[in-house]
């Protein structure tokens, strides 16, 4: 039977919360979302809302009680607390024992090496002291990368070493790992979707272009400008990681083509993701309807794409801070296949995630022509420049 009284709880209120709960209303499931504020984006979207820390033990065990399925938008949360959910009987996807390798890259690279998934090359370092004397051994030399073992997201966690004076400057404090420098030729994410029946889906791979300074997704085209056998082989590999991992839910899959051709796993996300916002315009099912269905164990939703999209991340103005206000959303409107979503937050900061809009076309070039527009014409900001 299908019941749609019973209450999903989701850890995390932003933007994909959000984007969640919507999607949830079609089939009247009953979400209740724990996060810090109820001005965050998915509180008014929601069935309840409850103010908490989802890194508290106890608030995510209160929260937990009369939640039958519990879920998450966000990587860093209790998983004690989680545990002990379901060791209770709950039903949490994806699992907390997964959940703990993922949210940290040494354990999620080690992973990788241990199921023999294609990574690139890393050792890992108690702390950046550590990472500094076995680069005066000459075990590692510049340029290579170094990431932050845990809380590392948007790029905050990242810092690519190219010379010895960033050596010095750059380095990142902490536990951490290495990893050489990858000549990428294209950044794909491919996001899968797996239900407790061990039924898999996986959305078509999406290409990702960088913000060169803010080191966030800029523009993200689906289908990806890749020949047919590397996106088969993509997916195949996201595929792979989903049934490794164990995970029920979504499992999004960023994956770097190589200039030599190789397709090597950077790094996984066990929720909806940046990369699949695309999907709620342009293909069959969108992932926040294909995450519902694989943490309810329903059978999973066609994946194909209908139409060619490209997805532009509305970010904060560089120069504004403040209450939001958004600049040229009607010149947007008036171009055919513009779709725009605006994620509620009160206050604009430099880069800020906002909103995104997604361009559907008869192509990916004319998506991409019309993404440009969108980009130069729509603008985040605030009353007064910073
Ligand atoms: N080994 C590498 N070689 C080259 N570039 C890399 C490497 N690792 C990371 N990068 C670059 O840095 C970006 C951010 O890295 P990563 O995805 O691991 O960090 P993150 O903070 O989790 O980012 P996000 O939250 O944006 O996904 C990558 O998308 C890629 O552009
Ligand atoms: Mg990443």
Known sequence: MFDTTKKIGVLGGGQLGKMLCLEAGNWDFKMCVLDASPDYPAANYCAEFTSGNFNDYDDVLAFGQDKEILTIEIEHVNTEALKALEAAGKTVHPAPAVLEIIKDKGLQKNFYQEHGIPTATFELFKDEKALIKAVEKGKWSVPFVQKTRTAGYDGRGVAIIRTAEDLETKLLKGPCLA????????????????????????????????????????????PARISPLVAAEAEALAERVIRTFDVCGLLAVEMFLTNRGELLVNEVAPRPHNSGHHTIDSAITSQYQQHLRAICNLPLGATTQRTPAVMVNLLGHPDYSGPVLYAGVEECLAIDGVHIHLYGKAVTSPFRKMGHVTITADSVEEALEKARIVKETLRVIAHTQK
Request: net charge negative; glycine share 0%; proline share 9%.
């Open 179 to 222: 990893e050489t420098l990858t000549p990428i030729h294209t950044e794909l994410a491919v996001i899968a979707a797996r239900n407790a029946n061990d039924e898999v889906e996986v959305f078509p791979p999406v290409e990702m272009e960088f913000h060169p300074e803010a080191n966030l997704v800029e523009f993200l085209i689906c």
